[in-house]
Structures are given as structure tokens and as C-alpha cells.
């Protein structure tokens, strides 16, 4: 007997006219056919093909590990994200609060003490704000819209809810304890010396004895003081520059436009109005340091005034 038989057969995986595409395979199984052929009948037997498929997925750009362990800057940022490698392999971690990661130091800081600078955005075109997540002697001036970094004089706070430089005792973004102070009236005690009176008569002396009782009173004495406050005139900036303070030659005004805040010269210098900048005395007619007055004056630094106030 003869015809023809057309037989399939099994062939490599990466041959299969079939094969679908696949994007990672991680192993394949193949396992042969066997083909028994009699003079009379002709049988085939088939072994199941086992294909197992595996699909990664890589998101973003990949970060290579300088080190097995350790910490890293995302590259050109200035941001509070950084990596932390374990192992060789790269996990996105993030600072606590508004703190940013220096590329330089490598740990976690306040934006003001990084090595980096992240672009700080005006609220206002103009105005005084802190610098975002600090406690400190920095704060932003914006003047039409543009930042720039100032610093409050000596050891002054700019205090992010009252938007002022005050001393470090009366920032509001510093914890203080202050001891409570009682005071305990010391009475007064007056005592009255018995007086004893003799009269005499002419004919027959009859000795008089008067006493009196002696008196203790207590007073407790209490002081009030009236504060005397002294209403001027506001003060109006000209424009955008630095001006005398009335009645001070160590404070100034800074103004932004038709705001300003009230600055003071370093101990030692007093306030140039013809150059305004703080020299010392003797470039100045008419001023001269006075050590009690400036630390007096001290408590106006940081006063702020104009429209957007």
C-alpha cells in the first residue's frame, strides 16, 4: 500500500512559525516528539511544550550605586528625595519636613545651611518671608517679584508668623521655659509706745496712769505703673532703598516699594544717610555711638510697616 503522509513536527522554540513575541523568557522546556511507525499503523505521540515567561519593568532612569551601601543625591536636584543604595540597588527616600539633602554633605538640612540653592517663589511681588522650614537669622526680601537672601542684624530671629526680626527669646518658632516669678508682700508692722501721764494737784496728788494698747497693722503695699505710649506718625518709604530712623543714628528702614522693615547697624557703627550704609562715627557729623541707647533700640528691629502689612 502506498500514499503519502504529511507528518508535523516538533521543532526548537525560537524556530515555531507559532511563537508569539514574548519580552523576557527565563526558561523553556522542550521536550521531543516520538514518532513509532509500523508496516500498518502509524502512531505519534506528542509531548506537551512547557514555556515559561517572565516580563520586567524598569521605571525611569536607572541610578548605578557608587557604593554597595550608602547615601546619594538624585543628580541635579536640590530636593528633599535622595537615594539610599542597599546592597547595590537604589530605593528614593525622602527628607522629614521642608529639610532638602545636601549633594555635599550628603545628609538631610535646613534649605538656608545647603550647599545647593532651590529656587524660593515669591507669594507677593513684594514683601519680607522666611526661608522655608527654618528658625533662623535668613529670611527672603522679594522686590518685584525677585528673592534675595537677607539676614537679620546680630543675633536676631526672623520669626515666620509675625514676619519680623525679633530677639531669639521672642520667636515664636523657638521653644522656651520661663520660670514663673512670685512675689510675696512683706507687711509692715507699726508698733505704738505706751505713754504714761502723771498730774499733780495742789493739795492732793492723785497719781493719773494712762496706757495704750499697742497696734499691729499689716499693709501689704502695692505699686501700679501706668505705661505712657506715644503715638507718631507712620512712617512713608520714598522707594526702594534705606533711610534714617528718627530719633535713632544706629536704626534705618529698609523699604521694598512702599514697604519696610526696621534694620540696625552693627555695635560700633552708626547709620550714613548720604552714603546708606553704616560707618563709623566719625564719617557721620552729628552721630555717635551711644551703647545704652543702641541696645535700647534693639527691641524696634524687625518692626514692619506699608501697604501689604
Same mark, same amino acid.
Given at each position: 500500500?502506498?500514499?503519502?503522509?504529511?507528518?508535523?513536527?516538533?521543532? @526548537?522554540?525560537?524556530?515555531?512559525?507559532?511563537?508569539?513575541?514574548?519580552?523576557?523568557? $527565563?526558561?523553556?522546556?522542550?521536550?521531543?516528539?516520538?514518532?513509532?511507525t509500523t508496516r500498518?499503523?502509524?502512531?505519534?505521540?506528542?509531548?506537551?511544550?512547557?514555556?515559561?515567561? !517572565?516580563?520586567?519593568?524598569?521605571?525611569? @532612569?536607572?541610578?548605578?550605586? &557608587?557604593?554597595?551601601?550608602?547615601?546619594? $543625591?538624585?543628580?541635579?536636584?536640590?530636593?528633599? %528625595?535622595?537615594?539610599v543604595c542597599v546592597?547595590?540597588?537604589?530605593? *528614593?527616600?525622602?527628607? @522629614?519636613?521642608?529639610? *532638602?539633602?545636601? &549633594?555635599?554633605?550628603?545628609?538631610?538640612?535646613?534649605?538656608?545651611?545647603?550647599?545647593?540653592?532651590?529656587?524660593?517663589?515669591?507669594? !507677593?511681588? %513684594?514683601?519680607?518671608?522666611?526661608? &522655608?522650614?527654618?528658625?533662623?537669622?535668613?529670611?527672603?526680601?522679594?522686590?518685584?517679584?525677585?528673592?534675595?537672601?537677607?539676614?537679620?542684624?546680630?543675633?536676631?530671629?526672623?520669626?515666620?508668623?509675625?514676619?519680623?526680626?525679633?530677639?531669639?527669646?521672642?520667636?515664636?518658632?523657638?521653644?522656651?521655659?520661663? $520660670?514663673?516669678? !512670685?512675689?510675696?508682700?512683706?507687711?509692715?508692722?507699726?508698733?505704738?509706745?505706751?505713754?504714761?501721764?502723771?498730774?499733780?494737784?495742789?493739795?492732793?496728788?492723785?497719781?493719773?496712769?494712762?496706757?495704750?494698747?499697742?497696734?499691729?497693722?499689716?499693709? &501689704?503695699?502695692?505699686?501700679?505703673?501706668?505705661?505712657?505710649?506715644?503715638?507718631?506718625?507712620?512712617?512713608?518709604? @520714598?522707594?526702594?532703598?534705606?533711610?534714617?530712623?528718627?530719633?535713632?543714628?544706629?536704626?534705618?528702614?529698609?523699604?521694598?516699594?512702599?514697604?519696610?522693615?526696621?534694620?540696625?547697624?552693627?555695635?560700633?557703627?552708626?547709620?550714613?544717610?548720604?552714603?546708606e550704609f553704616c560707618?563709623?562715627?566719625?564719617?557721620?557729623?552729628?552721630?555717635?555711638?551711644?551703647?545704652?541707647?543702641?541696645?535700647? %533700640?534693639?527691641?524696634? *528691629?524687625?518692626?514692619?510697616?506699608?501697604?501689604?502689612?
Open positions: 500500500m502506498s500514499g503519502c503522509i504529511l507528518l508535523k513536527k516538533c521543532v @526548537p522554540y525560537a524556530e515555531a512559525s507559532c511563537r508569539s513575541a514574548v519580552t523576557t523568557t $527565563a526558561a523553556t522546556t522542550t521536550t521531543s516528539s516520538t514518532l513509532t500498518s499503523t502509524l502512531t505519534t505521540t506528542r509531548s506537551p511544550l512547557t514555556t515559561t515567561t !517572565t516580563t520586567g519593568t524598569t521605571v525611569g @532612569p536607572t541610578f548605578n550605586c &557608587p557604593t554597595a551601601e550608602g547615601f546619594y $543625591a538624585i543628580p541635579n536636584t536640590c530636593d528633599a %528625595d535622595y537615594y546592597s547595590g540597588s537604589p530605593y *528614593v527616600s525622602t527628607c @522629614p519636613g521642608d529639610s *532638602v539633602f545636601d &549633594p555635599i554633605t550628603l545628609v538631610c538640612t535646613s534649605p538656608d545651611k545647603a550647599s545647593c540653592q532651590k529656587p524660593f517663589v515669591c507669594p !507677593t511681588p %513684594d514683601g519680607f518671608f522666611p526661608v &522655608p522650614g527654618t528658625c533662623g537669622n535668613s529670611y527672603y526680601s522679594c522686590v518685584d517679584g525677585e528673592a534675595y537672601l537677607q539676614k537679620c542684624p546680630g543675633t536676631a530671629i526672623f520669626d515666620p508668623n509675625t514676619n519680623n526680626c525679633v530677639s531669639a527669646e521672642n520667636a515664636s518658632c523657638k521653644t522656651t521655659t520661663t $520660670a514663673a516669678t !512670685t512675689t510675696t508682700p512683706t507687711p509692715t508692722t507699726t508698733t505704738t509706745t505706751p505713754t504714761t501721764t502723771t498730774t499733780t494737784p495742789t493739795t492732793t496728788t492723785t497719781p493719773t496712769t494712762t496706757t495704750t494698747t499697742p497696734t499691729t497693722t499689716t499693709t &501689704p503695699t502695692t505699686t501700679t505703673t501706668t505705661p505712657t505710649t506715644t503715638t507718631k506718625a507712620p512712617f512713608v518709604c @520714598p522707594g526702594t532703598g534705606h533711610y534714617p530712623y528718627p530719633g535713632s543714628c544706629t536704626l534705618y528702614y529698609v523699604c521694598s516699594g512702599s514697604n519696610y522693615i526696621v534694620a540696625s547697624c552693627p555695635a560700633g557703627q552708626v547709620f550714613n544717610p548720604s552714603t560707618e563709623d562715627p566719625i564719617n557721620v557729623p552729628g552721630c555717635y555711638f551711644d551703647p545704652m541707647q543702641f541696645f535700647r %533700640d534693639l527691641k524696634f *528691629v524687625g518692626m514692619t510697616g506699608g501697604p501689604s502689612f
